[in-house]
């Protein structure tokens, strides 16, 4: 009687390997007729052994990839018109959950609480367009970045600012997103210009709208996209301030599931995946970035 555990793969629809377990138990007796109940007792045992094992391993290996995101960053992180989860990030966190043979969960968590969210094992991963800096990593650990996105700035029509510097000093003041590295910049580098510090982009985009502010800064992405629900009323200016990377957020102590997740991105980058999410949702943003001399964010 032998009994032995195969390890077997299988390809995914999207290409990737797939590891399925397959448990293979073979019984060999010279004399079935004659085999005594203590080798039946064995068997039944070894049986028992296997088909534990086998529950064991399905469980571990079906628990759900859960996957926190602000469903509030188009064409990022959003809700389609089903209402259910759509964007780039989206499709990349079910592309990484299959290649890691998991369901996916997703959790719409707000921006503020995503990183606690992660700390206290309420999710597994933070894809969420979120920029890898030296403050976070202390509290969490990251990915290869997957994204270059830079600061840049909105401002009026009709404005004479030009860049950051416009910007400085006591007469100026700058709306910023709270919590956000616009925010963190800002407090940093504009030390003696007001900021206005809210909740929501769009409540920034309306300060600038309406005069109130002479500039909002945040992400290329957003500026651009902002200006295009204001093009009679606002002007980008979408050369960087400063360049920022995107990554995955990964609790700290997991540090294989970092490294699986690194081998997702490498893989999805050389067979040109972010391109075709780009193709599919920012044919029009990249075209802009490309007009205004300002490199795209997957490069």
């Known amino acids: ?7 077997g793969t299988r390809e995914s629809d999207l290409g990737y390997s797939v590891t399925t377990h397959y448990l293979l138990l073979t019984i060999y007796s010279a004399s079935p007729g004659k085999m ?35 469903l509030a960053y188009p064409p990022f992180e959003m809700r389609g018109a089903d209402n259910q989860p759509d964007g780039i990030s989206v499709h990349l966190a079910r592309n990484l ?28 991963l933070i894809i969420s367009s979120m920029t890898r800096t030296e403050a976070r990593a202390q509290s969490i650990d990251f990915s290869d970045g997957y994204v270059t996105n830079g600061l840049c700035m909105l401002v009026g029509a009709d404005s004479t600012v030009q860049n950051v510097e416009d910007v400085r000093g006591a007469d100026s003041r700058v709306a ?6 616009g925010h963190l910049w800002a407090r940093e580098h504009l030390p003696e ?35 295009k629900e204001h093009e ?12 920022e990377t995107w990554a995955i957020g990964v609790r700290k102590g997991e540090d294989d599931l970092r490294e699986q997740v690194n081998a997702f991105l490498r893989k999805y980058r050389e067979e040109g995946k972010f391109e075709q999410l780009a193709e599919k949702f ?3 943003e990249r075209k802009a970035f490309e007009d205004a001399g300002v490199p795209f964010i997957f490069h």
């Open 1 to 7: 009687m032998v009994g032995y555990l195969e390890l």
């Open 36 to 70: 005594r109940v203590k080798n039946l007792k064995i068997i039944v045992c070894l049986l028992s052994l296997a088909f534990l094992a086998a529950c064991s391993g399905r469980r571990e290996e079906s628990a759900p990839l859960v996957v926190g995101m602000e």
């Open 97 to 124: 959950a299959e290649y890691l043979g998991r369901p996916l969960q997703i959790e719409d968590v707000q921006w503020d609480g995503i990183i606690p969210a992660l700390k206290s094992g309420k999710i597994d």
């Open 176 to 181: 910023v997103k709270l919590a956000t590295t």
């Open 193 to 227: 210009t007001s900021l206005t510090v809210l909740d929501e982009a769009s409540m920034c985009v309306l300060e600038v709208v309406q005069g109130k502010a002479d500039a909002f800064i945040y992400d290329q992405i957003s500026v651009y996209k902002h200006w």
């Open 232 to 243: 009679e009323t606002t002007r980008p200016i979408l050369k960087p301030i400063r360049e």
């Open 282 to 284: 920012m044919a029009a």
